[in-house]
């Protein structure tokens, strides 16, 4: 077994059972490895989640780069984006982003970095795309919106105002996304939006 499938193994093991509760002998027995081979390749469980964490950022970053590139529109671009992040939340169990937060601070800061720099300047570059094409609202400001855009992402996070067993990660994003969305579009946009919901339906 090389580095990268445990890190890959490890990383859908955190997704389906949480950070916190998967200890390192947990972790060789779901992999059929020993300890031993899992610390050839890890100082600790803490390396671990770090560097899963920077794998799991890395390959997210390359899915929205090829998405954001691609033909299309704004917001066509935006919703495949939104579809992308959705599937990947759908099957986050509850617990992980408390886990990181709480006991391991260096893949959380990997986390908000990822968040602060690379979402960021996604979603200001999506604004501006929009504005050029007609499709979002010309009074817009781009820089204003993406950190507004970027405060919205911390509902995501906070457990005390969307306590997660009354909402999921998957259903807050997707309301922020749709809330993102109307809240830019121009008349025109409207209209691109309220077609290609018609085709849609039939």
């Known amino acids: 077994m090389e580095e990268k499938d445990i890190i890959i193994k490890a990383g859908e093991l955190f997704v389906k059972y949480g950070i916190k509760s998967m200890t390192m002998d947990d972790i060789a027995r779901e992999m059929g490895v020993s300890k031993k081979t899992l610390y050839q390749f890890v100082e600790n469980k803490k390396d671990l989640v770090k560097k899963v ?8 970053q390359d899915c929205i780069c090829e998405m954001h590139s691609a033909e299309g529109n704004a917001i066509d671009k935006l919703m495949e984006i939104g579809a992308f992040v ?56 781009p820089d204003l919106v993406a950190r507004l855009y970027m405060g919205m992402t911390n509902a995501l996070i906070d457990s005390e105002s969307f306590p997660s067993d009354q909402f999921s990660k998957e259903e807050l994003h997707n309301e922020m996304t749709k809330y993102h969305i109307r809240a830019v579009l121009s008349k025109k946009g409207i209209e691109y939006i309220k077609t290609k919901m018609e085709k849609n339906e039939k």
């Open 86 to 141: 959705n599937q990947h939340m759908r099957s986050l169990h509850p617990s992980v982003i408390f886990d990181l937060k709480k006991y391991h601070p260096e893949a959380w800061g990997y986390l908000n970095k990822h968040k602060e720099e690379f979402i960021y300047t996604t979603i200001k570059s999506n604004l501006e795309e929009g504005m050029s094409e007609g499709l979002y609202r010309e009074d817009l400001k």
């Open 53 to 60: 964490m920077s794998l799991h950022i890395h390959n997210q």
